[in-house]
């Protein structure tokens, strides 16, 4: 039998947790957490990521603010907005929506976020904490990856896994969360060779390469822990458009022991992990135990 990993419903979870938690911390005398988000431009995408980011936020009980600036606006501009939300102390985590427009270097935009802000987690210093073995912020959506797999495996110690994907943001902090799960993690990207004999010896295999079905079911191993990170937008053959993972669902759910679906697997794991973090970060900022 092949168990379905529900993002939703764990997220939704997840998510009462967070809520649960923001009343503690304000009982406990601290703040209320408070995020800040920042869009440049009109990116269709981001503004739903934006607008959901903003409802969820609020929902836990959370101060939510939201910053729109225009698609050309000059990188100063943005700098100096991220100085005054460094030194706000209502914001607990600042989150600038990617990709930004050309004009911008995305590196160095990241690198002005106060560490402690970070909620995404992609600021160097937190890269090199989480790195370390450190009290790093998470990169919001491999930490979404791993609770899932946490609540459907347990204990991942000794477990063999490969990450699909080498990115900044899935597949390279995947690899540093397992590893410090003790699990034996292999990393295969667009070079990698014998890939399909790769996964095929995989405990545990997270997919992120944003590839449509890439991944066939005789690639996993019976039984394995299948991730599907990648969202992929495709043709329904009417017309119309749905979401596919990157791996081939109905051939790789009847060979896995658990598999995440795409829409409502690792997607809705993500937010709710952004909510977990800014609560984390607005209990730190004031010395106060952080949620469990
Ligand atoms: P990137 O494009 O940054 O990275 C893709 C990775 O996949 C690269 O390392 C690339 O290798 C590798 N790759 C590409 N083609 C192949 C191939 N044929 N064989 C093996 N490896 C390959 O993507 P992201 O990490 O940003 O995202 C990956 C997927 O996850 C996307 O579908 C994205 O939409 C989704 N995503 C979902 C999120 C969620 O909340 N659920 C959040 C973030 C992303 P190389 O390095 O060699 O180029």
Redesign the pocket.
């Known amino acids: 039998m092949t168990t379905l990993l529900d993002g939703k419903a764990f997220a939704a979870r997840l998510r009462l947790r967070v809520a649960e938690a923001v009343t503690e911390l304000t009982a406990a005398g601290g703040p209320v957490p408070g995020l800040a988000v920042v869009l440049v431009g009109e990116d269709a995408a981001s503004q739903v990521y934006v607008r959901s980011k903003g409802r969820a936020t609020r929902e836990a009980g959370m101060a939510s603010f939201e910053h729109r600036l225009p698609v050309d606006t000059p990188q100063s501009v943005l700098m100096a907005l991220i100085a005054r939300l460094n030194v706000d102390p209502t914001v607990h985590g600042i989150l600038v929506q990617l990709p930004l427009p050309e004009q911008m270097d995305t590196a160095a935009v990241i690198a002005a976020i106060d560490p402690a802000k970070d909620v995404d987690g992609f600021h160097i210093s937190n890269v090199g904490l989480l790195a370390t073995g450190g009290r790093a912020m998470v990169p ?2 491999p930490l ?1 990856c791993l609770m899932l797999l946490r609540g459907a495996l347990g204990s991942l110690r000794g477990l063999d896994a490969v990450v ?8 390279k902090p995947m690899a540093q969360l397992l590893l410090a799960e003790d699990c034996t993690v292999t990393v ?5 060779r014998n ?1 399909a004999d790769l996964c095929r010896r995989a405990d545990i295999l997270v997919a ?4 449509p079905g ?1 991944v066939p079911g005789d690639w996993i191993k019976p039984g394995a822990t299948v991730i599907d ?4 937008r495709v043709s329904d053959g009417q017309g119309g458009s749905r979401l596919v ?2 791996v081939d669902f109905d051939t790789a759910a009847s060979v896995a022991g658990a598999i995440t679906p795409v829409p409502g ?3 809705p ?2 937010i709710a992990c952004l909510l977990a973090n800014t609560v984390t970060a607005a209990a730190r900022a004031s010395d106060l135990p952080e949620p469990a």
């Open positions: 919001c959506t979404g699909l994907g080498r990115s900044n943001i899935v597949g295969a990207h667009s070079r990698t890939l992120a390469v944003g590839r890439m990170v990648g969202i992929n993972g990157d697997g690792v997607g794991m993500t």
